[in-house]
């Protein structure tokens, strides 16, 4: 019955071809099958976000999707986002910002926060807040996550002004 | 915690979900967007000897205005549905709540049929078809049926979807001039599921709300229309659809409010509520002033 | 590392050239950390690794009548199936006592449980198998006969003589009893104007680290070590520890502690499961790892905070507080925990209640009590929070009393700040704290008259809001009084070892722990000042206890202020040896030269004498043209450990801003300040965001969190979806000032501050929103969490 099957997908641009157990859920196996250990898992049930993994272009929660769902799909972790530096100036934001204390959360705090800086404009820090308001984060209280997106709106702004 | 074993089909069509359906019997279950089905899973809280997923039928995805109707594809994801102009323009009540369910990522890979066939009694989705009086288009083995939003929520997780059936669309009547609405829940914080939460609809005419129907989400086994309340709007008398609902409404304890906080809260969302639907009534005649 | 944001430092001893003390230096981890580069230990896969899943009791008190295992050995995957008692033969029990707690008792504790569960989510069987879910897929499979024993929950009923008792060899279920009675209570409260009683209840809430708790243990026949990849604060604690219950010698454990995702006090006990895991690879001989997963992290991770304290203050019209009493009741599940006691946190409510005032009279009672729920222990903040709310709840009641501001109350009683040193009612003594300035400094910033006109002004239209105050003391730098002295090998002393490599960068390797509050950026801050180069030039090494000098990890805010200091001195010792290395190789006076920014210069001046590479070069590779009879020695240790003080207190005061929704019961926090003092500020940035992440996590204690169980030991919303964190939308921003008050007992002057914000947060609310409600007579809250509900029933309306 739960008979493994292959899955074909791109991860990080390159073409990952795996045979895997149905149950077997996306972060679990950019985890375990990949070694790509930046995304984590929090809680296993959707709420955390620290597993938030781009699908098709598109957050997801990589705890919520299963990896054969993924056969034909394009997924991006933090390792890729990072080597392509396509959030070169989120990460340097939150550097600069301390925005993360033990960063368990971070992965998925910048994949989520590069969502809503993709839509362009100037989200104010409620609205932030609110595209922040599933993914968990113990260490910092968020204020300075806040911040540091802020911080990178207003620079993706005026360097397109 | 990881799901205990299960195998996994791939449904190619409705026609194909169906007979998985058939094939498989009481051990399947459909998988949709997968926000609430795989968090259970991952607990272990069921355990389906397969799942069929819904995900690759193009033909269960997509927003259209139609016969009068605002039809939403089941495999439609909430984020399509929030970004969607018909939606906006034709059922406002829907692209109000969006917002409220879940978080960017849940509505990234959610999917309205997912909601309407799982119909958590505090869910915002469940509640506004209610309020809307749409209908839900149910596909099995004899063909597609209609089932009225009245008639589709039976009791806690049980709606009018059989089975060996396929929910494959919602259908909202469209917004009229005349139309109003106004939704409201109290969510412990953002995203959360509502300790309470009210989604309403109802007709402008002249300075009074006629057709009111208010659909209570978080308060019952199902989302739970407050008939007597609504006679009462209907009536033009708030304070006496406010005490209506002692009668409309007993809900239950549960972990984030104890039944007399949600009847309390209850109140307070029909005040507001009729309040957001009045502001709307005057807005509508301040825009034909202008 | 770019500098981001710079405070001048007065500083006298500190003002090196080119020094980062007072700078905010980014943390050298964060390019890991946001790359997802880093290793937590859930990370961590090693050859022939199995891993564990353990079979929890689902009775919160049962006899273990059998376990049969055979459906589960058999099934797919699984390499063994494991009792309490197979397991017994290899780890030995413990009992979490402490010498200095008199009188506290408890019963051994096993490493997966054998005879009898005490609660719910004990582990009674494990698992190992190849994967997580094959192991978890063969607990299914294990069959348990429990008997079913009564279960005591009720702290109020523990004690009485109809209860059973969870220990019978103990003779009753009472942990641990401190009284004080200091003054004259009852002669102060009959001469006060105003005496106001009240009940404080706290809910048990728990840490929800983002990472649970992790291990990966290696138990290496062939060369008899054990290596444990753990998540842990104190990794030499918890190698003493493996040894003692393992059999083994000391130096036959090394425990290595990379990233840790959040630890926050959880992560600093002793976990049966976690040493169970760790028997286990001793018992099969191969790696084997265990990670926490969410649902058991809520029945298993320590809880906290579960207290009932009724308490009392008398006041007088000229708003002198004449008293404080307090009777202070807790349950803390059905062990006390290894090996820092689960008495510890009422013996601080104790200790701090009444702290930041200086009034004589003083009376105390605390009871712990054992039941069948989850352990409780020690969680960031330790006592703090329930004695801020306790103290300021208090004090509040008192000023609402006498009709008085709450500043104006607090500026009467609070210790003035020209009486240092001084000492407590209840026996602490404070080196130097600032309470008024750091009040002052606080209505400054928040500008206090205007939030008050403001507030009036929206009172008539039917908006209310509420301003609240906390002032706290906070407990830092312990030294051996906090748990040597009661026989723990818990390390209040820290070490650094600081070496100059062959390239003239150098590497320090301190004993304390990262876990991300930045002590890493701080020791690099400390020895690149102390010794004179850059910081890029600075490597450390932490959590690694074959690497590191023996140390007592990250507890108590001691990382900076024990660690710290540590690692300036062994940056200011191995200044003094490079310099007589240079002054041999350049025929100079040592104390004629200085380094400054990682080059010899003569002393006062930037006038280059010699490179530190050029001295490292010559040092280590040729050695033979140094003067003969010349050693240099490029490498050195320095220990610190406070000694004048047993603590070093710190002291502020937070304000919140919150409004209600008197229909609702909601309450939205609008504004959040914090004025501190922690002496030194070694890096502003990580000192103000250490403020606002405790702030936070006490304003989750206030308003949301809550281990919510019936009356039969089950947790009911064990999972994050019912257990409220806070989340960013309903957090509000925060501001954060300091007062600098630094210690004398180190050179730095640094104290701690990892804990102020959580201290403070939970009282703060608690009086603004009784400020907000006033008006309309509504009963004070003193219940925690501030639900809806709870508002709506203080006002009445449900």
Same mark, same amino acid.
């Given at each position: ?31 375990d ?11 296993e ?17 990589g ?7 993924c056969?034909?799909?394009?997924v991006?972790?933090?390792e890729?986002?990072?080597?392509s ?12 910002r301390?925005?993360?204390?033990c960063g ?10 590069q ?5 362009g ?6 609205e932030i807040r ?21 911080a ?10 | 915690?990881k799901?205990a074993?299960f ?10 979900a ?6 498989h ?13 795989? =968090? ?7 355990? +389906? $000897?397969? #799942?069929?997923? !819904? ?6 995805? @997509?927003?259209?205005?139609?016969d009068?109707d605002?039809v939403?594809g ?7 549905v ?18 409220h369910?879940g ?13 309407i =066939? ?7 989705? +469940? $509640?506004? #078809?209610?309020? !809307? ?6 596909? @099995?083995?004899?063909?597609t ?8 929520f039976?009791?806690?997780y ?5 089975a060996?059936e396929?929910?494959t669309?919602?259908?909202l ?6 139309s109003?609405?106004g939704f ?18 109802a ?8 057709d009111?129907?208010?659909a209570?989400? @978080?308060?019952g ?15 033009g008398?708030?304070?006496?659809a406010v ?26 969302l ?10 709307r ?10 | ?16 050239p080119?020094s ?8 050298p981890?964060l ?14 896969t090693?050859?022939r ?5 353990y ?19 058999h ?19 413990w ?20 005879e009898?569960?005490c ?6 069987c ?7 879910a ?6 299914e499979?294990i ?9 005591v929950?009720?702290?109020?009923t523990?004690?009485?003589?109809q209860?059973?008792?969870?220990h019978?060899?103990l003779?009753?279920n009472l942990?641990?009893?401190?009284t004080?009675?200091a ?6 409260l ?5 005496v ?9 809430h728990t ?9 990966v ?6 060369e ?27 130096h ?21 499961d ?26 298993s991770?320590?809880h ?10 008398g006041?007088k ?8 009493v ?7 599940g ?17 200790n ?6 200086a ?8 009871r ?65 704290l ?5 009040l ?29 105050f ?17 026989g723990a090998r818990?390390?209040s ?11 003239g960068a ?15 950026a ?30 007592g ?7 900076a ?13 191995l ?23 990682g080059i010899?210069?003569?002393k ?19 050695p ?16 610190y ?22 229909e609702?019961g909601f ?33 989750g204690a ?12 089950q ?12 989340m ?17 007992d ?11 914000g959580t201290a ?37 309306r449900?």
């Amino acid at each position: 019955m739960s008979r493994q099957l292959d899955i074909a997908l791109t991860v990080n641009g390159e073409r990952v071809s795996e045979r895997v157990e149905p149950r077997l859920n996306l972060v679990d196996f950019l985890r375990d099958t990949l070694g790509l250990t930046g995304s984590h898992v929090g809680c296993e049930h959707g709420v955390c976000g620290a597993c938030t993994v781009r699908v098709n272009g598109t957050i997801v929660r990589g705890c919520l999707m299963l990896a054969v769902q993924c056969d034909g799909a394009r997924v991006e972790t933090i390792e890729g986002v990072s080597d392509s530096g396509a959030i070169a100036d989120l990460q340097e934001a939150f550097t600069r910002r301390n925005a993360l204390q033990c960063g368990y959360c971070t992965p998925g705090m910048l994949l989520t926060a590069q969502e809503l800086l993709a839509r362009g404009g100037l989200p104010t820090r409620e609205e932030i807040r609110e595209h922040i308001s599933g993914n968990y984060c113990r260490c910092t209280g968020y204020h300075a996550i806040v911040d540091a997106i802020e911080a990178v709106a207003q620079q993706r702004n005026g360097s397109k002004a | 915690m990881k799901p205990a074993p299960f195998a996994y089909a791939k449904a190619r069509s409705v026609e194909d979900a169906l007979r998985l359906l058939r094939e498989h019997g009481e051990g399947a279950r459909l998988l949709a967007g997968g926000q609430s089905l795989i =968090a259970t899973l991952n607990m272990r809280l069921s355990s +389906p $000897a397969i #799942l069929i997923d !819904l995900n690759e039928i193009a033909a269960l995805s @997509g927003i259209a205005l139609r016969d009068g109707d605002v039809v939403i594809g089941a495999m439609t994801r909430h984020a399509e549905v929030q970004q969607s102009d018909i939606v906006a323009s034709h059922a406002p009540l829907v692209a109000a709540a969006m917002p409220h369910v879940g978080h960017a990522a849940i509505r990234n890979r959610g999917t309205i049929g997912g909601s309407i =066939a799982f119909a958590d009694p505090a869910a915002e989705l +469940p $509640a506004c #078809l209610l309020a !809307l009086g749409g209908r839900v288009e149910i596909a @099995g083995a004899t063909g597609t049926r209609m089932v009225a939003a009245d008639d589709y929520f039976r009791g806690l997780y049980e709606t009018a979807v059989g089975a060996d059936e396929v929910l494959t669309a919602i259908r909202l009547p469209a917004a009229t001039p005349a139309s109003r609405f106004g939704f409201l829940e109290f969510p412990r914080r953002h995203g959360d599921y509502a300790m309470a939460g009210l989604a309403a609809t109802a007709r402008a005419d002249g300075a009074s709300l006629k057709d009111v129907r208010l659909a209570y989400f @978080g308060v019952g086994m199902t989302p739970v229309r407050a008939r007597k309340a609504e006679a009462a709007l209907a009536g033009g008398d708030v304070e006496a659809a406010v005490t209506a609902l002692v009668s409309d409404l007993d809900p239950p304890d549960d972990i984030q409010a104890s039944g007399a906080v949600k009847r309390h809260l209850a109140g307070v969302l029909l005040r507001r509520v009729t309040a957001q639907m009045d502001a709307r009534i005057e807005s509508a005649h301040d825009g034909g002033k202008a | 590392m770019k500098i981001v944001a710079d405070t001048p430092s007065p500083l006298t001893a500190l003002d090196r050239p080119n020094s980062y003390i007072g700078r905010a230096v980014p943390r050298p981890n964060l390019g890991r950390l946001t790359q997802g580069r880093a290793q937590f230990v859930s990370d961590v896969t090693l050859p022939r690794m199995a891993h564990v899943a353990y079979l929890r009791s689902p009775h919160a008190h049962a006899r273990i009548v059998a376990i049969g295992k055979s459906k589960a050995e058999h099934a797919k995957g699984v390499i063994a199936v494991v009792t309490g008692a197979d397991l017994a033969k290899v780890i030995t029990p413990w009992v979490g006592v402490l010498s200095h707690l008199k009188g506290i008792k408890s019963a051994p504790q096993h490493a997966i449980a054998v005879e009898r569960a005490c609660w719910a989510g004990e582990a009674v069987c494990a698992v190992v198998a190849r994967t997580r879910a094959e192991a978890e897929d063969a607990c299914e499979l294990i069959d348990v006969a429990y008997e079913e024993l009564p279960a005591v929950t009720d702290p109020e009923t523990a004690l009485d003589p109809q209860t059973p008792v969870i220990h019978p060899e103990l003779g009753d279920n009472l942990t641990f009893e401190r009284t004080l009675d200091a003054g004259e209570v009852d002669k102060a409260l009959a001469s006060s104007d105003a005496v106001i009683e009240t009940t404080f209840l706290f809910g048990r809430h728990t840490g929800v680290c983002n990472e649970p708790r992790a291990v990966v243990a290696d138990w290496n026949a062939g060369e008899e070590r054990l290596t444990v990849y753990h998540g842990t604060q104190a990794p030499h604690m918890m190698m003493n520890l493996f040894a003692k219950h393992l059999d083994l010698e000391e130096h036959q454990v090394r425990v290595v502690t990379r990233d840790v995702g959040g630890s926050f006090g959880i992560k600093v006990h002793t976990y049966a499961d976690e040493m169970a895991t760790v028997a286990l690879s001793k018992l099969l001989r191969r790696p084997v790892k265990f990670v926490a997963d969410r649902i058991e992290s809520f029945v298993s991770d320590i809880h906290a905070r579960d207290h009932r304290v009724h308490a009392k203050i008398g006041v007088k019209k000229d708003g002198t507080i004449t008293a404080f009493v307090i009777d202070d009741l807790t349950g803390i599940g059905p062990y006390s925990v290894y090996p820092r006691t689960s008495g510890i946190e009422a013996n601080q409510v104790v200790n701090l209640t009444g702290g930041p005032y200086a009034c004589p009279n003083y009376r105390a009672r605390a009871r712990v009590v054992f039941q069948n729920k989850n352990v409780m222990c020690q969680y960031r903040a330790v006592g703090h929070p329930i004695a801020t709310a306790v103290t300021e709840g208090l004090v509040d009641l008192a000023a609402n009393a006498i009709a008085m501001d709450p500043l104006d109350i607090r500026r009467k009683n609070l210790y003035p700040d020209d009486a240092y040193p001084a000492t407590a009612a209840s026996g602490l003594r404070f080196e130097k704290l600032s309470h008024h300035a750091s009040l002052e400094k606080i209505a400054d910033m928040m500008d206090y008259k205007a939030l008050r006109a403001e507030q009036e002004r929206l009172r008539k239209r039917g908006i209310y809001r509420g301003i609240g105050f906390a002032s706290f003391i906070e407990v830092t730098n312990p030294s051996a009084a906090f748990y040597g002295v009661g026989g723990a090998r818990i390390s209040s002393q820290d070490g650094a070892t600081v070496r100059l490599d062959a390239t003239g960068a150098v590497f320090i390797h301190s004993g304390v722990t990262e876990q991300g509050q930045g002590a890493e950026a701080v020791l690099a801050q400390c020895v690149a000042s102390a010794f004179g180069v850059p910081i890029e030039r600075v490597r450390v090494v932490t959590g690694d206890t074959d690497n590191v000098p023996y140390g007592g990890g990250t507890w108590a805010s001691r990382a900076a202020g024990i660690g710290g200091e540590a690692a300036w001195q062994a940056g200011k010792a191995l200044r003094q040896n490079v310099l007589a290395a240079a002054a041999s190789i350049l025929q100079a006076q040592a104390d004629a030269l200085d380094i400054v920014g990682g080059i010899v210069v003569d002393k006062g001046t930037t006038r280059e004498r010699i490179t530190l590479d050029e001295v490292a070069r010559i040092c280590y590779f040729r050695p033979d043209t140094l003067p003969p009879g010349f050693q240099a020695e490029l490498m050195v240790t320095r220990h610190y450990v406070p000694r004048a003080w047993p603590f070093a207190f710190t002291n502020g005061i937070q304000a919140s801003h919150l409004e209600v929704d008197t229909e609702t019961g909601f309450i939205t926090l609008l504004r959040h300040w914090c004025v501190e003092d922690c002496g030194t500020v070694i890096n502003p940035q990580l000192v103000d965001e250490q403020i606002r992440g405790g702030i936070v996590q006490g304003l989750g204690a206030a308003l949301f969190e809550h281990c919510l169980y019936d009356e039969r030991g089950q947790m009911l919303n064990g999972n994050m979806a019912d257990y409220l964190v806070p989340m960013a939308v309903e957090m509000p921003d925060m501001e954060v000032g300091h007062v600098v008050s630094p210690t004398a007992d180190s050179e730095l002057g640094a104290k701690g501050a990892g804990e102020a914000g959580t201290a403070g947060a939970p009282a703060c609310v608690m009086n603004a929103i009784n400020d907000a409600l006033r008006p309309l007579g509504a009963k004070p809250l003193t219940e925690m969490p501030f639900t809806p509900g709870r508002v709506l029933a203080a006002l009445g309306r449900v």
